[in-house]
């Protein structure tokens, strides 16, 4: 604004006094604006002797000499504490042979201040935890060297040491700005390999590191070979979760290392899969329970817990927490029931619930299936199946104890399934914690049965819906390990929908007691869960 009111105040002038050396000024305040930018770093450049203009664009500055690309060094799955010695010292050449790529590379740290009593308060915090855990359990030596170290840093820090933050830069300088863009990508997967996640520069932060670092020329005088230099490599920096998984969402707890809260963002989470494991007393179904509690009343979502023992109900019911309770012997199962779903797929539905809850062979199930199928083609319009009408073709099987167990099999189904009652899935109330009640059913195949069929019937209503962001519902299997055991793997059910259940607005949290629970199914759930707690 100032300056357009000098060039005003001349142009004034020049028009009173009719001054030709007035016209040469304001020629030269012109061209000093239009090209401000070059004029301050030409003279910058005099000054300092460095490189007198360069460009700035997403992870590369660069001049009509040189390009420098830029990468920040965003996250790190591991940490040197996760190694032994040999380990570590391969992992730290294996780093500088990937920066070896290039030519010529600089590493640089950035440090930020913090506040040295709010460090100290954090660290005791940290100290005073490992203390009752050591207290609790003498034997635990992992606990005792943190103890040991943690104590040592505070010691360090009262003794004036200042701590910090930083950040860790690679920046690859090349000839131009295409190999310096392509030097950095290739490293850029070295470092991925492993386990260093790292990401070119935005603009501005570039603009910050020039600004900071390169004002004036780096020299360097120092030679030294890769195992010298253990701490100038991101395997000294600790671990922790991306930001963006933890600045909002449902707080899980506090982290005791660093006395941070702990939040799950479920819109920035890869899946909404959750698996708790830990022994019994570890917390698991109060967790559970609160977790629930929080997705209902923070999202607004709908929430069905299987409970098994009863202590799922009777604790809700303590909380005051508003539950709808199903009693599944009050409702049909309702697998013969035509809905939106085409019967070839029913048919399928069908034969898989009763393969995984009866352990059924293929031949077993396949026999069923047949059966079915045949039934339906030759039923009247409008006539309503029924388990029952299977009994008409037991004669066909040649196979005594085969027909006698399939028989036993269409009489339990008859007796759930072939009533005059409401299908199971109705029995749910949307946007509200759904308590299935199994407590009263002893029996692991008709409980399985009912679960399997809970899970199907969810599944048909809600993948026809719009998903949004966060899905609609939240499956809760506490004690997953009496369902999951009986899954196999030619036809699983959790396991097909732990794959493809978000796709469909579907969260499976599942609880059990030990990984080897899961049976031989078990990277498939740990592949496709987005969050994994592990309780004492």
Do not use: C
């Not at 449902?250 to 698996?275: C, F, Q, R």
Request: aromatic share 10%; glycine share 4%.
């Amino acid at each position: 604004m100032s300056i357009l009111l000098v060039i005003i105040f001349l142009v004034g002038l020049i028009i009173i006094y009719r001054a030709l050396y007035l016209i040469v000024v304001l020629l030269m305040i012109l061209l000093i604006i239009q090209f401000h930018d070059r004029i301050f770093y030409v003279f910058k450049g005099y000054v300092s002797q460095t490189s007198s203009y360069y460009v700035i664009d997403n992870g590369v500055f660069y001049d009509d000499k040189k390009a420098n690309a830029v990468l920040i060094i965003d996250d790190i799955l591991t940490n040197y504490r996760d190694y032994n010695d040999v380990y570590l010292k391969s992992q730290i050449v294996s780093f500088y042979k990937i920066l070896d790529i290039a030519k010529d590379v600089t590493i640089l740290l950035r440090k930020e201040h913090i506040d040295k009593n709010n460090y100290l308060e954090s660290l005791s915090q940290r100290a005073q935890s490992l203390r009752i855990v050591i207290e609790n359990d003498p034997s635990n030596e992992k606990a005792k060297r943190k103890l040991e170290l943690i104590q040592n840093i505070i010691s360090r820090v009262e003794k004036e040491e200042i701590p910090f933050k930083y950040e860790l830069y690679v920046i690859i300088n090349a000839k131009n700005k295409s190999e310096a863009l392509a030097l950095a990508n290739t490293i850029k997967q070295g470092l991925e390999g492993l386990g260093i996640k790292s990401r070119f520069a935005s603009i501005n932060e570039i603009k910050g590191l020039t600004k900071n670092f390169f004002d004036k020329k780096i020299l360097s005088t120092k030679v030294a070979l890769p195992l010298q230099l253990p701490y100038i490599t991101p395997f000294s920096i600790e671990k922790q979760p991306k930001h963006v998984l933890m600045n909002h969402g449902v707080l899980l707890g506090k982290d005791l290392d660093n006395n941070s809260l702990i939040l799950w963002n479920l819109t920035e989470s890869e899946n909404t899969h959750i698996l708790v494991t830990g022994p019994t007393g570890s917390g698991k179904t109060e967790f559970l329970i609160r977790l629930s509690t929080l997705l209902n009343i923070i999202y607004d979502r709908t929430i069905i817990l299987f409970d098994i023992k009863g202590d799922i109900k009777y604790r809700l019911l303590k909380y005051r927490v508003p539950i709808n309770i199903i009693n599944p012997l009050m409702y049909k199962l309702g697998l013969l029931y035509e809905g939106v779903i085409p019967i070839t797929a029913r048919l399928l539905q069908i034969e898989r619930i009763l393969y995984n809850s009866f352990r059924l062979t293929k031949l077993q199930s396949s026999v069923i299936y047949t059966y079915l199928n045949r039934l339906l083609e030759n039923r009247l319009l409008r006539y309503r199946l029924r388990w029952k009408d299977l009994e008409k073709y037991f004669n066909e099987i040649d196979d005594i104890q085969l027909r006698y167990y399939i028989s036993k099999i269409v009489n339990i189904l008859s007796a759930l399934d072939d009533l005059d009652l409401i299908p199971l899935v109705n029995s749910i109330n949307e946007k509200e914690i759904n308590v299935v009640d199994l407590t009263t059913i002893k029996n692991e195949e008709i409980r399985r049965l009912i679960i399997y069929t809970f899970l199907y019937e969810i599944y048909n209503k809600i993948s026809l819906d719009n998903v949004f962001d966060i899905p609609k519902v939240f499956i809760v299997l506490d004690e997953a390990w009496t369902i999951l055991k009986a899954e196999n793997e030619d036809y699983p059910i959790v396991a097909d929908l732990i794959k493809r259940g978000r796709g469909h607005g579907i969260s499976i949290i599942m609880a059990t007691q030990n990984i080897e629970d899961l049976g031989e199914l078990a990277n498939i759930y740990l592949d496709n869960v987005g969050l994994a707690l592990f309780m004492k």
